[in-house]
């Protein structure tokens, strides 16, 4: 009897596993990561943070690579990927969130401005600025941040889904100062 019980919790278990991976639950960077990734009906993003610790929002720097892994072409609306304060939500680790700045005014969407075509496996990137998404300077601390993009009209032809990737940790220090690369010159003195 305690077998069976053992094999049912088992399978329960396997199942809410299984079920927490198709709903796209999300989870908190541990802040070593620099990548995540996410898919949706055939098209993955890629999104890179350049640096975890950096001494002002403006040095904030990341970018999203949508990659089609489907069989067809796809035809992909990007009137509104380079708006980082409509796609990235950023919040400190507690959780509380951050107020980017105003996003500019959108583009009107004629139904071909702003269309890529992506055969099977070729990719765009986009890049996003903290100059661009932090309206005002943050404060020293750590933070998070995900991207989140979803289309569901299909009357034009453009790929529909709902792209939401993990949370990346990042934290903004004052006095961090980037590492310098060693140099390859060579110092010489000149003899008489």
């Known amino acids: 009897m305690m077998k069976v019980g053992l094999i049912v919790l088992a399978c329960f278990a396997a199942l809410l596993f299984q079920d927490c991976g198709r709903t796209g639950i999300t989870t908190t960077s541990q802040g070593r990561e620099t990548k995540v990734k996410a898919t949706s009906n055939h098209l993955e993003i890629e999104l890179i943070l350049e640096k975890q610790k950096f001494r002002t929002a403006n040095d904030f720097l990341t970018s999203a690579k949508f990659t089609n892994r489907g ?72 933070y998070q941040f995900k991207f989140v993009h979803e289309n569901t009209d299909a009357s034009k032809g453009d790929w529909i889904g709902s792209l939401k990737t993990d949370w990346l940790a990042f934290e903004v220090d004052s006095k961090h100062k980037d590492e310098v690369p060693p140099s390859n010159e060579v110092q010489a003195t000149p003899s008489s």
């Open 71 to 142: 069989k067809e072409r796809m035809r992909l609306n990007t009137l509104f990927l380079g708006f980082a304060p409509i796609l990235l939500k950023v919040q400190h680790a507690d959780g509380t969130p951050v107020t980017p700045t105003s996003p500019p005014f959108p583009p009107e969407d004629d139904g071909h401005e702003g269309r890529v075509f992506l055969k099977p496996n070729e990719s765009v990137t986009f890049t996003y600025r903290g100059v661009d998404l932090f309206g005002d300077d943050l404060e020293d601390g750590k």
